[in-house]
């Protein structure tokens, strides 16, 4: 057994070879990876062809599948391409012969197919069995002269046969079809243009090898997609073409028919690059469906033999312009197009712009016209010398027969004529070879004719290898005759800007009235002015009650305050429409709202760019003024900032409509008026300034805009409803205690809950009032609040959560409110802060009432 082992110890020693994982993974990832590079997904910069592109045009040229020649089951191509060159799956040759053949995707198709070859809706190929298939004239051009030894040639799997490295390439076949491929580490993405302006571009770089980036601009204007579209966007084709990396926009082609005098329709006739047409069409429906447009009356896919047409009807008196913007702005009717010019240079992957591309195409060519001219000349010369042979022959024509009759066989009569006549083996192969005819007079002319012509193809193959001049000049000829033979007018055209499309969903929007309602608990609803005629009574939950309820415009926004000191912006048709009996939507599902956070007052909003203040107010007694415009947002999808709380405070009071006076009422009864004027005005995200000097435990229920000719109401925790006038306050300065307005009970005392003012129009009027307790609503008018003389008012309700007076129909007669100066914050942490109370010789502490209408201090 030891010997056993110690010849297997031997045997693992000399044939196994201890490596560490990461560095065969690094080694084998690293090898992948090349090939995956160089031959596989990226496009060699020469001829613009991927590997097995490359191998399917060859065999198809191979196999004889000219453009003008019978075509050949696709099937058999690809099997011929997999047995010989391509040792891969049939389906991924398949896949790109089909997609070469594809005059959506490809500018310049390559392969001619017959069949189901796909469609621009995204419908696949028939199976190869189905379809056939040759090469397109254009192929022919990436094709031509392959056979004189223009490119290198390497074996194929198998060692078996020989194939290609690169074609020779007529034309720069890479700009013209573009390319699209991802590997390890690299991608790239090249689009497609004009033949005709790609060709220009390189006779120009051949006339100035110094051209620059700028003056080849003027011969590629831009891509050229085989689809058509508008592309817009110079400055990013001036990028890409100049870096290899840019952007632009691509957008589809539009008009408008008139149907009738007021009803339109929007007719597509061309798609932007690599969009599928049908999922399009369906992407338009589905803003037709989800009520995203409402304007849109049809859409039809009417795609014939005659081209692309998508035909869109309107309703009528529907604004067709917009239409057309909102869909370039939601669906793929504009798309971004990136490019990222990579290709294989030298064998390495480059991101390269124009420039260099070109003039490795025009190396390229330089190398395929001499390997050419190589070839021919060796052909030329080589035949000259079997033409010379002959011409000399026709001198000695008797003497070189009877030789040839006495020799005893065609090696032999070969010898014999050589030592006699002096010619050389190939002349004398030529001459046994020659049939008696030939020696006829004419054809003797023929064969001086043919040693002029080869003297003349000779000397022009010399100048060409000899002089470079010449050889740019034959390669701008034939790039020039490919011009001629593939005649290519533009299809995409070009747009200097970007033309930035903005939409105001409020366009989409018919202007409707309908009714809003919004519970305490946050539940939300929208329905028809007829679902709440027709709703004997409103959908709510147990113990809720409605907070807001009133008849709307589909155009107004709803502004709505939170406790936590945030705001929820809600246009009208954005709430969801339903039954006036159904509970609505949770607050929570339209936009996220944080556990504990409550709706306070909401707000209707027509416009917002009215010269118009807001007053918030917190429970600490921090207040500010906010411009309505501060509020109008365009992204809503989350609670916003109203105003900046300190810990443990909260926002308890909104109001609107400024007027000169800012009333204050405290949880335990204290009321502070003070001028308008003193109150600064700040952005959202700041915080406010003290506005009440507070007592231990006391805290500020309500704060709100008032004239001196206003009443105001407020409610109590025990569900009564006090009135009082605002004239009878005395005003104070801001950051005071004020005076006290209600006796506060020992036992179940009367705390302030919410207040409104009361104006002489809305008295007039006897506007409605919305009070609310913490289980129930009650709607009632102002006449309704009054009450026999009793300092704790009337009862109204079982207790006290919510109180509203909707304002007047008709304009009130405001005061106008002075100018207002601007307070410096530090002037305002200052300010003298004045108890409202008195103190007797017999140390006895009195509190003021709003009786005493003079300041003591």
Known sequence: MSKIDKKLDKFIEEKIEKVLLEDIMSSRFGRYSKYIIQDRALPDARDGLKPVQRRILYAMGQMGLAFNKSYKKSARIAGEVMGKYHPHGDSSIYEAMVRMSQDFKMRVPLVDMHGNNGSIDGDSAAAMRYTEARLSKEA?????DIDKRTVNFVPNFDDEEQEPT????????????GAMGISAGYATK??????????DATIALIDNPNITNDEILKYIKGPDFPTGGIVQGKAGIKEALTTGSGKIIIRAKMNVEEMSKSQDRIVITEIPYEVNKADLVRQIDNLRINNNIEDILEIRDETDQEGL?????LKKGADAQFIQNYLLKSSDLQVNYNYNMVAILKHRPVLSGAFELLKVYLEHQKEVVTNRSNYELERATKRNHIVDGLIQMTSVVSEVIEEIRKSKNKADSKENIQKRFGFSELQAEAIVM?????????DIQALLDEKDTLYKEITRLEQILSNERILLKTIKSELQEVQTLLPSPRRTELEAEIETIKIDEKDLISDEQTYVAITKDGYVKRASLRSVVASKEVGLKENDAMLYEEELNTLDTLLLFTNLGQYIYLPVYKIEEQKWRDLGVYINNIVPTSKGETIIRVLKVSDFSIDQKILLTTKQGQMKQVNLADFEVSRYNRPLRAMKLSKDDELVSVDYNQLDNIVAISKHGYVLRFDTEELPVYGLTAGGVKSMALAEGDEVAVAFYAKESDDFYFLTSRGHIIKDTVLELPKYARNRRGIILVDRIKTSPHFIISASRVSKTQIKEDVKVRILSTKEALITTVSDLKYVANKYGKKMVEDGYYLEIYPAETEEKDTPVQPKKEVKKDDTLQAKVIEETIQTKQNQKLRLSRLDLFDEE
Do not use: G, M, W
């Open 190 to 199: 090249i689009p497609p243009h004009n033949l005709n302006e790609v060709i």
């Open 309 to 313: 047409r998508i035909a869109i009807d």
């Open 166 to 177: 690169v074609l020779p390439a007529r034309f720069p076949n890479l700009l013209v079809n």
């Open 140 to 144: 022919e051009f990436l094709l031509k």
């Open 434 to 442: 020659l049939q008696l005819y030939r020696l006829s007079t004419t």
